[in-house]
């Protein structure tokens, strides 16, 4: 398996546009994780799923963020209008280990918001 | 609101000593444990999970868990320079949810 796929892995953009992060599971695994890291505050959780159906949101920073999950192979993080602050490292990770909790990250979207 | 703290570091051992990474956490209920390497710019990659008290062994790497302590530690033996990275602790309470610490920098000096 290729593992979990994530683009564009580099985003620059203007505050007040609009920004699309994307995500490929690692296929049979139903549970989706979308990170934020940052310096400041390390690895934030954002969102999670499980079989496509959002479960905890309550890291989501605010209305600007929204995340999908339309089938088991694509998710997608938007954030809307962006702000300099949204600068970070966003991570989506997967996982199927209802007991180990083991999750596998992708390589990451390294976003500048100017 | 549940914390893992670690010490940020950096942390300094010279090839072939034994570095010893640290990690508290603040909710009892937690019932998985992680420790995660990050080399810089690149993404977490799961190292060892533990999730009973006492020692866990894989290859140079020790997890060490108290419960009691609300404690977690990671022992690397034989340290090497590619051991040179970011080690982060992960603590989950059943719900499939993780707590990150911010990490712990670890430098092995050859």
């Known amino acids: 398996d290729a593992g979990v796929i994530q683009s564009p892995r580099h985003e620059v953009t203007e505050m007040g546009q609009e920004v699309t992060l994307r995500c490929k599971p690692i296929s049979g695994h139903d549970y989706l994780f979308w990170y934020r890291q940052t310096m400041m505050r390390g690895l934030e959780l954002l969102i999670y799923f499980n079989n496509n159906v959002p479960i905890d949101d309550s890291g989501m920073p605010e209305d600007r963020f929204s995340a999908k999950m339309p089938n088991a192979s694509f998710s997608t993080l938007k954030i809307q209008p962006s702000e300099p602050r949204d600068s970070a490292v966003y991570f989506c990770?997967?996982?199927?280990?209802?007991?180990?909790?083991?999750?596998?990250f992708g390589p990451g979207t390294r976003l500048t918001v100017l | 609101q549940k914390e893992v703290e670690q010490n940020s570091g950096p942390l300094s051992v010279p090839e072939g000593a034994i570095a010893s990474l640290n990690c508290t956490y603040s909710d009892r209920g937690s019932q998985s444990f992680f420790w995660y390497r990050q080399y810089s710019g690149k993404s977490p990659e799961l190292i060892m999970f533990i999730y009973s008290n006492g020692d866990k062994e894989d290859g140079r790497f020790t997890a060490q868990l108290n419960k009691a302590s609300q404690y977690v530690s990671l022992l690397i033996r034989d340290s090497q320079p590619s051991d040179s990275a970011t080690y982060l602790c992960a603590v989950g309470a059943g719900s499939y949810q993780l707590t990150f610490g911010k990490g712990t920098k670890l430098s092995v000096i050859p």
């Open positions: 990770a997967s996982s199927f280990s209802p007991r180990d909790n083991e999750q596998f």
